[in-house]
C-alpha cells in the first residue's frame, strides 16, 4: 500500500516514466485530464498525420488512390492488420481490420455458429456488453430460434466479476458457440481466456471473445491460446478515431470456413475485379471482411498503430498497471470515507487498463468532475470508470484527479447536478 501521498511524489514518478516523451505525441484536453481513453482514445499527431495523408492522396488522385499514393487503400486493412497482428498475439494474415464491433460480431456468429443436434446453444454471460447481446438473439432469430431457449447467460455472484468456473460449469452438451469477453468493461476484470479456450476445445465447443476494452491496453496471445476468433474495436485503446474501423481475428485453423455473410470484400484481390457472380473468397482473415473498407477511419490507425508497435505491449502493460495500482491505493485511503468502493480487481493478473469507483451520486460527481475539466465516463447505475492511459496519462494526472473528487465531496459540489445520465454518458 502506498504510503505517500503528496503531490511531489507523484511528480517523481513521473521524472522516472520510459514512455513520458509519448505524452508529447497526443493532443491532449487544455487546462484539463482526459480519463476516458477506454471509451475513446485521444488524437495523437501521428494519426493526424496519416489521416492527411489520405485526404492528400484522394485529393490529388482521385480513384487512383485505390492503388497509388502514400498509403494505397486496395490493401490498407491488409497493411494495418500487420501492425495490429503483435498487439493480439496473432500472425498477421489471421487478423483483418474491417467493419465494427457489432458487424464483425454478426460476420463471426454466422460463420461459425452451426446448431446440429443437441448443440444448440450459444453461451455468453450477464455482465458483457449489451450490443453483443442484442446481435446473439438476432443472430438465434434468424435461424428461428428463441434466445429465451438458446441463449445462455453465466450469471455473476456480485454484479463485478464472472467465475471462470462457472463459465466452465456452463459449457454442457448443448453449447454450439461461446462468446465472452477478454476484460469486462464495467470492473475492467480480465478473463482467462487461455483457460477458457482449452475448457471449451475439451468439450468440441468454439469459443470468440469481444476484446474491444482489452486490445491495445493488455497483451494477447490469441494464436498460441487456440482461440477461434475475436473481434473488436480500434478506437478506444488503439487510439484510432471516432467511428474507427474494427478488427477481427480468425484462428488459421479455420480458413477455408465460408463466410456467413458474403460480400466482395471477402474475395480473393486477384479475383475481385473479375465481377464474377461467384465468389472466389481470400484464404486467409481477409475473407471475413463485407464490404469496402472506410478509408479516412482506416488511415488515422496507420499512424497510431506505428506508435504501438514501437512501444510494444509488454511496456505499455507496464505502466497501465502501475498507473492504475497508484490510483487504487489513493482511493482507498483518501475517497474511501466520502463512500467510494473500488468495483476492480486488486489482483493485476485479473485487472485490465481502467478502474471502476462505485458511488451511490456517481452520476452528479461526473457531472462535476466535468466541471473541473476531467473527463471521466459514467455507467449506470453507479460506476465512475477511470482509464489512465499509459501513453499519454501521468502519475500527477491520477494525484490530481483524485484531490479534485476529494474537494467535490468535501464541498458537496456534486449537489448541483441532478443524479441521472446524460443522454451520453
Known amino acids: 500500500?502506498?504510503?505517500?501521498?503528496?503531490?511531489?511524489?507523484?511528480?517523481?514518478?513521473?521524472?522516472?516514466?520510459?514512455?513520458?516523451?509519448?505524452?508529447?505525441?497526443f493532443y491532449l484536453p487544455q487546462d484539463g485530464i482526459y480519463m476516458d481513453g477506454n471509451s475513446l482514445g485521444l488524437l495523437s499527431k501521428r494519426a493526424e498525420q496519416t489521416l492527411l495523408e489520405s485526404l492528400q492522396d484522394w485529393k490529388e488522385l482521385g480513384i487512383d488512390g485505390?492503388?497509388?499514393?502514400?498509403?494505397?487503400?486496395?490493401?490498407?486493412?491488409?497493411?494495418l492488420a500487420g501492425l495490429n497482428a503483435p498487439l493480439i498475439g496473432a500472425r498477421a494474415e489471421e487478423v483483418m481490420v474491417t467493419g465494427s464491433t457489432?458487424?464483425?460480431?454478426?460476420?463471426?456468429?454466422?460463420?461459425?455458429?452451426?446448431?446440429?443436434g443437441k448443440k444448440t446453444k450459444i453461451l455468453a454471460d450477464t455482465l458483457t456488453f449489451p450490443s453483443d447481446i442484442y446481435a446473439l438473439k438476432s443472430q438465434l432469430e434468424l435461424r428461428g430460434l428463441n434466445p429465451e431457449d438458446h441463449l445462455v447467460q453465466v450469471e455473476s455472484p456480485d454484479g463485478r466479476y464472472l467465475r471462470e468456473d462457472d463459465i466452465i460449469a456452463a459449457m454442457t452438451d448443448e453449447i454450439a458457440l461461446i462468446v465472452l469477453p477478454t476484460v469486462l468493461y464495467r470492473s475492467g476484470q480480465i478473463l482467462d481466456m487461455a483457460r477458457l479456450a482449452k475448457a471449451a476445445h475439451e468439450r468440441d465447443i468454439l469459443i470468440g471473445f469481444d476484446a474491444c476494452h482489452s486490445v491495445g491496453a493488455i497483451p494477447h496471445a490469441f494464436h498460441d491460446w487456440g482461440v477461434d476468433f475475436a473481434y473488436w474495436c480500434n478506437y478506444k485503446h488503439l487510439n484510432g478515431g471516432p467511428g474507427s474501423v474494427g478488427g477481427l481475428?480468425?484462428?488459421?485453423?479455420?480458413?477455408?470456413?465460408?463466410?456467413?455473410?458474403a460480400g466482395w470484400f471477402g474475395s480473393r484481390k486477384d479475383k475481385q475485379f473479375d465481377m464474377d457472380h461467384t465468389m472466389t473468397p481470400a484464404d486467409h482473415a481477409g475473407a471475413f471482411q463485407i464490404g469496402t473498407p472506410h478509408v479516412l477511419s482506416l488511415a488515422p490507425q496507420l499512424g497510431a498503430l506505428e506508435m504501438f508497435n514501437e512501444v510494444g505491449m509488454e511496456a505499455i502493460r507496464e505502466k497501465s498497471l502501475a498507473l492504475t495500482t497508484y490510483l487504487m491505493d489513493l482511493v482507498e485511503t483518501v475517497l474511501a470515507p466520502?463512500?467510494?468502493?473500488?468495483g476492480s480487481p486488486r489482483d493485476e493478473a485479473a485487472r485490465g487498463a481502467h478502474l471502476s469507483l462505485e458511488h451511490p451520486e456517481a452520476a452528479r460527481i461526473c457531472k462535476a468532475l466535468k466541471q473541473?475539466?476531467?473527463?471521466?465516463?459514467?455507467?449506470?447505475?453507479?460506476?465512475?470508470?477511470?482509464?489512465?492511459?499509459?501513453?499519454?496519462?501521468?502519475?500527477t494526472d491520477v494525484y490530481d484527479v483524485v484531490q479534485i473528487l476529494k474537494t467535490i465531496m468535501d464541498d458537496k459540489e456534486y449537489e448541483a447536478f441532478v443524479n441521472v445520465r446524460e443522454v451520453v454518458a
Not at 456468429?109 to 452451426?114: D, E, H, I, L
Request: aromatic content about 16%.
Open 249 to 261: 481475428f480468425v484462428h488459421e485453423r479455420h480458413f477455408g470456413t465460408t463466410p456467413g455473410l
Open 372 to 395: 473541473h475539466r476531467v473527463i471521466p465516463d459514467f455507467r449506470a447505475p453507479n460506476i465512475i470508470r477511470l482509464a489512465p492511459v499509459a501513453l499519454y496519462n501521468t502519475f
Open 1 to 25: 500500500m502506498l504510503q505517500d501521498f503528496t503531490r511531489s511524489y507523484a511528480e517523481t514518478l513521473d521524472k522516472s516514466d520510459a514512455l513520458a516523451r509519448y505524452r508529447e505525441e
Open 338 to 342: 466520502y463512500g467510494f468502493v473500488l
Open 66 to 79: 485505390w492503388m497509388s499514393g502514400r498509403h494505397p487503400w486496395f490493401n490498407l486493412s491488409e497493411e
Open 102 to 116: 457489432t458487424v464483425n460480431l454478426h460476420q463471426l456468429v454466422a460463420s461459425f455458429y452451426k446448431p446440429e
